[in-house]
């Protein structure tokens, strides 16, 4: 059979376990057992039992003299498995896999240097891939943006992003591949966004990554979305290295973040209701500025007397490093209202500028304040509100002005793409953080 032909030739890369299948030695007469076995499990009732079967088990040892029956799921050999297999019969299948995770962890122990990792992101409206060597050098990044498409609707549509997903994902793999030079042969495993993020958006990159990986036999390696975005440093300041204090601003997302080494962070504050990228998007709505509102502010802004307008700064009572926007955006929209009923006019530039200055003062207040708490002299910011014009010129000025040093992505890196989530993957495939098959895609997860 092709697909056991196939996965023979895998199996001298890197094993692979395949469950749910029972060896007795004897050829099934199922209709059904001359396909690969499911690897979620589906179809209790389909034995998988043929001599191809068992001539893919014998490469982990003999075992034609021990029938070995099991139930549960496919799953890459060093998986350190997010979810426990069970079994009928462990005894045998718990040999099978400590020897297949200590060859991994040989493997790895062998190969710091040079790994090359695909990436996959699609948590929202880009769907991206990239192939990153060692965590630091970018091979190759593709992206497909929905923006054009959603700017008719004022903002992302899920629904949309999932089927435009679906339709590009393909592509955008095997053009990231054919740029880099390297074939799927020599991609030692695959990283993909499994959360936070729109779940229809996630669970096209999530199962397209699984897919790939259990056809290849690599490894799957899931990567915070957020943890992405922190490593985007890495790939624009290769000198850059844990520990440092990190503030994270994008558009669904607003933290202060510890990282205390590069698979170890903790958040220090976070915000309470609306995202500092949320704000700037629904402020700029209701100003009249088309979607991506929060772009097309920071260019207005630049024109604009950020003192024209007194807007507050709101602040969390209990949480000095917590952040809350929501009472600034509707200051913003009663100012406008107020502005329509009396028949007055708004500067848009002053307004824009005014209503920035604020929403940065909050951000730069908190990071600073929890920079001096912490003692932290290594600055990172990161996320797509990091590209805001106004925030990296205060941070560099106030870290210039307590002597400590800033780290910011270049601006291609900002937004959502993939080789920060292949750069993130090659620290957590070194930590042996990897997926198997149960791997699901979380809309909402804590970067700890």
Same mark, same amino acid.
């Given at each position: 059979m092709?697909?056991? /032909?196939?996965?023979?030739? /895998?199996?001298?890369?890197l094993?692979?376990? %395949?469950?749910?299948?029972?060896v007795?030695?004897?050829?099934?007469t199922?209709?059904?057992?001359?396909?690969?076995?499911?690897?979620?499990?589906?179809?209790?009732? @389909?034995? %998988?039992?043929?001599?191809?079967?068992?001539?893919?088990?014998t490469?982990?040892?003999?075992? @034609?003299? *021990?029938?070995?029956?099991?139930?549960?799921?496919?799953?890459?050999a060093?998986?350190?498995?997010?979810?426990?297999? @069970?079994?009928? /019969?462990?005894?045998?299948g718990d040999?099978?896999?400590?020897s297949?995770?200590a060859f991994?962890?040989?493997k790895?122990?062998?190969?710091?240097?040079?790994?090359?990792?695909?990436?996959?992101?699609?948590?929202?409206? *880009?769907?991206?891939?990239?192939?990153?060597?060692?965590?630091?050098?970018?091979?190759?990044?593709?992206?497909?943006?929905? +923006?054009?498409?959603?700017?008719?609707?004022g903002?992302?549509?899920?629904?949309?992003a999932?089927?435009?997903?679906?339709?590009?994902?393909? &592509?955008v793999?095997?053009?990231a591949?054919?740029?880099?030079?390297?074939?799927?042969?020599?991609?030692d495993?695959?990283?993909?966004?499994?959360?936070?993020?729109?779940?229809?958006?996630?669970?096209?990159?999530?199962?397209?990554a699984?897919g790939?990986?259990?056809?290849?036999?690599?490894?799957?390696?899931? +990567?915070?979305?957020?943890?992405?975005h922190? =490593?985007?440093?890495?790939?624009?300041?290769?000198e850059?290295?844990p520990p440092?204090?990190?503030?994270?601003v994008?558009?669904?997302?607003?933290?202060?973040?510890e990282?205390?080494?590069?698979?170890?962070?903790?958040?220090?504050g976070?915000?309470?209701?609306?995202?500092?990228?949320?704000?700037?998007?629904? !402020?700029?709505?209701? #100003?009249? $500025?088309?979607?991506p509102? &929060?772009v097309? #502010?920071d260019?207005? =802004?630049?024109?604009?007397?950020?003192?024209?307008?007194?807007?507050?700064?709101p @602040?969390?009572?209990?949480?000095?490093l917590?952040?809350?926007?929501?009472?600034? /955006?509707?200051?913003?929209?009663?100012?406008?209202?107020n502005?329509?009923?009396?028949?007055?006019?708004?500067?848009?530039?002053?307004?824009c500028?005014?209503?920035?200055r =604020? +929403? +940065?003062?909050?951000?730069?207040?908190n990071?600073?304040?929890?920079?001096?708490?912490?003692?932290t002299?290594k600055?990172? =910011?990161?996320?797509?509100?990091?590209?805001?014009?106004?925030?990296?010129?205060?941070?560099?000025?106030?870290?210039?002005?307590?002597?400590?040093?800033?780290?910011?992505? *270049?601006?291609?890196?900002?937004?959502d793409?993939?080789? #920060?989530?292949?750069?993130?993957?090659?620290?957590?495939?070194? !930590?042996?953080?990897t997926? &198997? #098959? *149960?791997?699901?895609?979380?809309?909402?997860?804590? $970067?700890e």
């Amino acid at each position: 059979m092709r697909w056991q /032909k196939d996965a023979r030739t /895998k199996f001298d890369h890197l094993p692979l376990v %395949f469950c749910r299948c029972g060896v007795s030695g004897e050829p099934s007469t199922s209709s059904t057992a001359s396909g690969p076995p499911s690897p979620r499990g589906e179809g209790k009732g @389909r034995p %998988f039992s043929s001599p191809e079967a068992k001539d893919l088990l014998t490469l982990f040892g003999d075992l @034609r003299e *021990e029938p070995l029956e099991r139930e549960a799921f496919a799953f890459p050999a060093e998986s350190t498995g997010l979810l426990p297999a @069970r079994r009928k /019969k462990d005894s045998l299948g718990d040999k099978i896999q400590s020897s297949l995770q200590a060859f991994c962890e040989r493997k790895r122990e062998r190969k710091w240097f040079g790994v090359i990792i695909l990436g996959i992101e699609s948590s929202c409206d *880009e769907t991206a891939a990239a192939v990153v060597e060692d965590g630091r050098k970018v091979l190759s990044s593709v992206i497909a943006s929905q +923006v054009e498409e959603h700017k008719l609707y004022g903002g992302v549509v899920p629904e949309i992003a999932s089927r435009r997903h679906s339709e590009a994902i393909a &592509g955008v793999v095997r053009q990231a591949l054919a740029d880099s030079g390297k074939p799927l042969s020599q991609i030692d495993a695959v990283a993909v966004t499994y959360a936070p993020g729109l779940i229809g958006a996630l669970l096209v990159g999530v199962n397209f990554a699984k897919g790939l990986a259990l056809s290849a036999g690599l490894p799957l390696i899931p +990567v915070h979305h957020l943890r992405g975005h922190i =490593a985007s440093n890495y790939l624009t300041s290769p000198e850059l290295e844990p520990p440092f204090l990190c503030l994270v601003v994008s558009g669904g997302h607003s933290h202060i973040i510890e990282v205390k080494s590069y698979t170890q962070l903790r958040v220090l504050g976070k915000t309470r209701d609306d995202a500092a990228g949320e704000a700037f998007d629904k !402020a700029a709505r209701a #100003m009249g $500025i088309p979607y991506p509102g &929060g772009v097309e #502010m920071d260019r207005i =802004a630049e024109a604009g007397n950020d003192r024209a307008y007194q807007l507050p700064r709101p @602040r969390v009572d209990g949480a000095p490093l917590d952040f809350s926007f929501s009472g600034l /955006k509707t200051a913003v929209i009663n100012l406008l209202h107020n502005a329509g009923q009396k028949g007055t006019e708004v500067n848009l530039p002053d307004l824009c500028a005014s209503y920035r200055r =604020a +929403v +940065v003062d909050c951000l730069t207040e908190n990071f600073l304040k929890a920079a001096e708490q912490t003692g932290t002299q290594k600055l990172v =910011a990161a996320g797509g509100v990091s590209a805001n014009r106004l925030l990296r010129r205060n941070l560099q000025e106030l870290c210039a002005k307590s002597g400590r040093k800033l780290y910011v992505p *270049e601006l291609s890196l900002c937004g959502d793409n993939a080789a #920060m989530i292949a750069s993130q993957g090659y620290y957590e495939y070194l !930590a042996g953080n990897t997926a &198997g #098959m *149960e791997l699901n895609a979380c809309a909402q997860r804590s $970067i700890e």
